[in-house]
């Protein structure tokens, strides 16, 4: 019987729909285990080969922990609100909603043909009302918290309230904004409601702000750092300005110690713990405040070094900071301005990764020196960040570097004390030292001793403190896009955020004519005409019949992508309920994700977020613990192999790859689906797909077009994509799973080559090969020899270990030894070919199914108990010894192991062959060493 890969996929992934096989439950007296993937978000291109990398590890893993006794979860679900849905609405006017739907069927019609044991019981997607309800639900928690900084955790917003009744703030130790003025009892029971709603905004962990972010006009939106790459927005390439506007922020500073703290409690790649170690950027040391000459303001700078405040030689402000205007002179306007416009062109990311650009402004304004009173100048420089510290910096040219170079390219004067030492020589340092110390209180101290004193000096005079700072800011929450779970907010007669009752939700995203920003600027939601807020009848209704007194404006925003993967894997534990987020029993049992796999990209998009909304969670006591994932992999990258023809600069002419030589020519990627193993352009089908060169003229080598390869991230845009259903057709999915895991460690990099599954799909044909007498009639019961046996629990050792260190490449190769060895064996025993089709199935699922069957079994393999491997069948009983004459082997000979030198060497001299070569000779001695060789001599 031949291997009829696509019939027995077909009928096994019909049967695994219609049995629920892998539906888990939420309780059972099995040990659970929680394994998840990344979602993916749903795109119209469908999946490429290198998508399901890490579905396929997630998935072996799950099937072995179900091998292994658990009960087992290994949901999948679509993180399906986006910008790219959007940009296609604005495109073609269809709905963000028909054209995500229609991804969706693609996306699961392709996972479903490649195997995985996902639970589709428990599928969730995040635009879906009654997912993003729960969204909603949890910005409103947020809303109605504040964190207590002695506790170290995030309360009920009324607590907050229920002090200042009764003693006003004084006493109060929260994250909160920094213009928060203190006030009694009386003076909070005083205010009218309005005025209190305005304090408790300053406190509350999501509040609205005046913020600088990310706006690209092109899209109509902000955008996150992590969607803009090399100054433009990734999708698109569209222009990136900075600019102010008023949006909902998260407070995720509050938790940045503890997001540090938990680094240390779970077991995730420390490349990607260092990525938001970094990004969080934990620093010690000072506030210090400069008064301005003439102005009635102050600067705050936050310095690590406040031991080196002699060597200020000047100060950089942010250009986007709000005093720039305020002490900008008259004759330095045009210039300040000028040089503010050119840098709200640049992104955040581009101005922290640009070292070598220098360039600044002077604002004609002095700060005043704390101590000494003299006058500092104040520039403004692109290299200072408005969000990092307080957007400006004391600059220190005899102790930082970048300040030096500023400072030498605006000829700004530096202490004399520097004339002719150049930065890089070692008598710099010890200059530096002299200028950094020049003061009585800090001469002759140690830098610890320094920094301590010149903190205490600060705070003596009123101009500074000590100071813990982080890197990370409060998180922009606000998107003005369509496609986006809307805000449960609406604004009141004096304009501020009132949240709609949790009993109404969801707030269901309206319909809208256009999805691009209204005329007037707002959001696309400003173009909806039922969007206001009924607060008598508790709904949604026209915008034309708000009258600010009972109906009132809906919020215009939505909330950015990462909302709603912020919380998934927790609504995953209990995904149809629709009384609460997730039920107690329900958490409690699952508690968190034991292995969870995903790309490294979201180390500091995705993971920090998740993690702070789970710490908000465990605060507020809706989850069991504070970390919802103990173990990540980040899975590599399969990289594809891409195709060029090189035409000529100059004209229409394009040289095969071997003959461009020295000529000026533009590599143009062409599609590789046109290219044949041998490199060969299909130079017809080229031209039809790419018409503008319909008429160039291919330069031949012995009649063929090679094209260049380079390998590249497998990519759309790069015309590298190979497409897993063509895999699943020619060659079967259980062909694909093996290869993907064949191509190298999970964790690597790795170029597809399809040729190269040729190899895995010839080991499966072996494997069935191996079966086929239990498909062709009876086969009496045969007992497994030690061949047999040896075979197998090697085998079963080595899968065990290997699937447990997710070295799921080096299976593969251990299966195809494994079924050469019993092949070669001729092996026929069920006793080790049941096992074997266990071992194989969290690989090869299909055709493990299949040969279950074949074997008798009525149940799905994965009901099967995991092989144990038991050590006695690798000892070794006896040894082949060779048998020397004066050192030259003559045969061998198998003995017992636990025979004595004595026994070993009377064996040897009584046996035939020995007596042949000896012809009655007594040799002169005979060397037996036990367990390795026996030499006879003479």
């Known amino acids: 019987m031949n291997y009829d890969f696509q019939k027995i996929e077909k009928k096994w992934q019909e049967y695994w729909a219609k049995n629920e096989t892998f539906k888990a439950q939420n309780n059972s007296e099995k040990p659970k285990y929680y394994t998840l993937s990344m979602f993916p978000y749903p795109s119209g291109a469908g999946l490429h080969v290198g998508h399901p990398l890490g579905y396929i590890a997630g998935d072996i893993y799950a099937r072995y922990k179900r091998h292994k006794g658990f009960n087992v979860l290994h949901p999948m679900g679509y993180d399906s609100f986006g910008l790219p849905a959007e940009q296609y609405a604005i495109q073609t006017g269809q709905h963000p909603a028909i054209t995500t739907e229609t991804n969706i069927n693609r996306y699961r019609e392709q996972l479903d043909r490649i195997g995985f044991s996902f639970d589709w019981s428990r ?5 879906n009302p009654e997912y993003y309800k729960w969204t909603q639900w949890i910005f409103i928690q947020l809303f109605n918290s504040w964190y207590d900084v002695g506790a170290d955790k995030a309360k009920p917003i009324s607590e907050l309230v229920a002090v200042f009744e009764k003693e006003g703030n004084e006493t109060v130790n929260a994250v909160c904004d920094e213009d928060v003025s203190s006030f009694t009892a009386a003076e909070w029971k005083a205010l009218d409601k309005a005025a209190q709603e305005r304090i408790l905004l300053k406190y ?12 690209c006009p092109a899209l109509g939106t902000v955008l996150a750092n992590d969607e803009i790459v090399n100054g433009v927005s990734e999708r698109g390439g569209h222009e990136v300005v900075r600019k102010k506007m008023t949006q909902w922020m998260m407070r995720i500073t509050a938790y940045a110690q503890r997001l540090l703290d938990g680094l240390d409690k779970i077991d995730w790649p420390q490349p990607l713990k260092d990525s938001q170690t970094n990004w969080i950027g934990r620093s010690e040391g000072a506030s210090v405040t400069f008064k301005v000459k003439d102005y009635e303001a102050n600067i705050e700078v936050f310095t690590t070094r406040p031991d080196t405040i002699f060597g200020v030689s000047f100060m950089t402000l942010a250009p986007e900071h709000p005093l720039v205007a305020e002490i900008t002179t008259p004759d330095q306007k045009a210039e300040i301005e000028a040089y503010v416009e050119a840098t709200a062109k640049r992104s955040e990311r581009d101005r922290m990764a640009d070292v070598k650009t220098i360039s600044g402004a002077f604002t004609g304004a002095y700060a005043e020196h704390p101590f000494t009173k003299e006058p500092i100048p104040i520039w403004i420089g ?60 800090l001469n002759g101290l140690s830098y610890k001793e320094a920094t301590q004193k010149a903190i205490a000096e600060l705070e003596a005079i009123g101009q500074g403190k000590g100071k813990i700072n982080y890197r990370l800011r409060d998180a922009v929450f606000s998107r003005q896009r369509y496609w986006g779970e809307p805000f449960p907010v609406y ?40 969007w206001a807020w009924d607060t008598a009848n508790a709904r949604v209704v026209a915008n034309d019949a708000i009258d600010g007194k009972t109906i009132f404006a809906l919020e ?119 290219v044949n193993a041998s490199d060969e352009l299909d130079v017809e089908g080229f031209k039809s797909w790419r018409p503008e060169f319909k008429d160039a003229e291919f330069i031949l080598e012995e009649g063929a077009y090679i094209v260049g390869r380079e390998v590249e991230k497998m990519s759309k845009s790069k015309y ?69 046996l040896k075979t197998l629990h090697k085998t079963i050792k080595k899968v065990e270990e290997d699937i447990e260190n997710f070295s799921f490449n080096t299976s593969v190769s251990t299966f195809m030894i494994c079924v050469n060895e019993l092949t070669a064996q001729k092996c026929q025993s069920k006793e080790i070919l049941s096992p074997l089709a266990v071992l194989v199935s969290p690989y090869a699922p299909h055709i493990a199914e299949e040969l279950w069957q074949v074997l008798g079994n009525t149940t799905s393999i994965a009901e099967a108990a995991f092989p144990v491997f038991e050590e006695k069948y690798l000892v070794e009983s006896s040894k082949e010894y060779p048998i020397s004459f004066n050192g030259k082997l003559r045969f061998k000979l198998e003995l017992p192991l636990d025979m004595s030198k004595e026994e070993i060497e009377k064996v040897v001299m009584e046996h035939d062959r020995t007596q042949d070569y000896l012809q009655g000779r007594t040799p002169k001695k005979v060397i037996v060493v036990p367990g390795k060789i026996v030499n006879i001599v003479g």
């Open 123 to 127: 599928e969730v997607r995040t635009s």
């Open 204 to 215: 509350r962990l999501t509040y609205l702000a005046d913020a600088e972010v990310n706006w």
């Open 382 to 441: 692109d290299y200072v960040l408005a969000s990092y510290g307080t957007g400006a910096v004391m600059a220190v040219p005899c102790g930082d570097q970048r300040d030096y170079d500023f400072a030498k390219h605006f000829n700004i004067a530096i202490p004399n004390i520097f004339d002719g030492v150049d930065i890089s020589e070692e008598a710099f340092a010890d200059k530096a030292n002299t200028v950094i110390a020049n003061s009585d209180f």
């Open 491 to 530: 604004y009141d007669a004096n304009g501020l955020p009132q949240m709609i009752a949790e009993e109404y939700l969801p707030i269901a995203l309206p319909e809208v004519e256009k999805y691009l920003p209204t005329e007037t600027g707002e959001p696309p939601l400003g173009n909806a005409t039922t």
């Open 556 to 674: 215009l925003n939505t909330m950015p992508g990462w909302a709603g993967s912020s919380q998934y894997f927790n609504r995953y534990m209990d995904p149809r309920n629709t009384e609460t987020i997730y039920g107690k029993e329900a958490v409690d049992y699952w508690k968190e994700v034991d292995l969870y796999i995903g790309g490294s990209e979201h180390a500091t998009g995705h993971l920090l977020y998740a993690r702070f909304w789970q710490k908000f969670l465990f605060d507020r006591g809706f989850v069991p613990v504070d970390e919802f994932a103990k173990k990540l992999i980040n899975q590599g990258m399969i990289t594809g192999t891409s195709a060029f023809v090189y035409k000529d600069e100059e004209s229409n002419t394009i040289y095969s790859k071997n003959l461009v030589g020295d000529k000026k020519v533009n590599p143009i990627h062409a599609d590789v689906s046109l």
């Open 720 to 788: 590298n994509v190979v497409n897993p259903d063509a895999i699943c057709e020619e060659y079967g999915a259980d062909s694909l799973r093996l290869y993907e895991m064949f191509l190298g460690p999970l964790e690597q990099s790795k170029p597809w080559n399809t040729a190269g599954i040729t190899g895995v799909h010839g080991f499966l044909k072996k494997l069935w090969k191996l079966y086929t007498p239990f498909m062709e009639g009876e086969v009496a019961e045969v007992a497994p020899s030690k061949e047999n």
